[in-house]
C-alpha cells in the first residue's frame, strides 16, 4: 500500500486545533463513547491528528459521522476530502486532510486498535476538562 503524502491546506495550526477538539465535542453530543484525541504531528506525515471513538450500532456510528460532517460544513464551511464506511457503519472515516476522523463500532475499534498502533502520539481524552487546556497549549506552540 503507497503513502499519501500530506496535501497541503490553508488552514492555520490553531484553526486545525480548534476544529479536531470541536469535532470531539460534536461526537459527544451524540453520544458517542471513548472520544480520543491523537496528536500525530511529530510522527506522521499523513496527517496531523486523529480523532477516535466508538459508536454502540451502525445507526449510532452513522449518525454520529454525519452529525460531525455536517456541523462541520455549516460552522467552519469544510467539506471531508474522503468519506468511507457510511454504507455499513462498522467504522466510518472522514478525512479532513490535516485530521482524521474514525467512528467504529466497540468490536472495530478493539479488532483495528489505532491507540495501539500509533502509542507514540500524544493523547487527549475529550470529554475529561483536559481538551480546553490541551487547545490552548497548542494554539501556544503553533
Request: proline share 1%.
Amino acid at each position: 500500500m503507497a503513502r499519501r503524502k500530506k496535501l497541503k491546506t490553508t488552514m492555520s495550526e490553531k484553526k486545525i486545533r480548534e476544529m479536531i477538539f470541536e469535532a470531539g465535542e460534536l461526537c459527544l453530543e451524540k453520544k458517542a463513547l471513548d472520544v480520543v484525541l491523537l496528536d500525530l504531528r511529530k510522527i506522521s506525515q499523513m496527517t496531523d491528528y486523529f480523532l477516535i471513538t466508538s459508536g454502540y450500532t451502525d445507526i449510532h456510528v452513522r449518525s454520529v459521522s454525519e452529525h460531525v460532517e455536517e456541523q462541520l460544513r455549516e460552522r467552519h464551511g469544510i467539506k471531508p476530502w474522503h468519506i468511507e464506511g457510511l454504507e455499513n457503519g462498522r467504522w466510518v472515516l472522514l478525512d479532513y486532510v490535516d485530521f482524521v476522523i474514525h467512528i467504529f463500532q466497540p468490536e472495530a475499534r478493539a479488532f483495528y486498535q489505532l491507540e495501539k498502533l500509533w502509542i507514540d502520539a500524544v493523547r487527549h481524552e475529550i470529554g475529561s476538562g483536559e481538551e480546553e487546556g490541551a487547545a490552548a497549549q497548542g494554539s501556544e506552540a503553533g
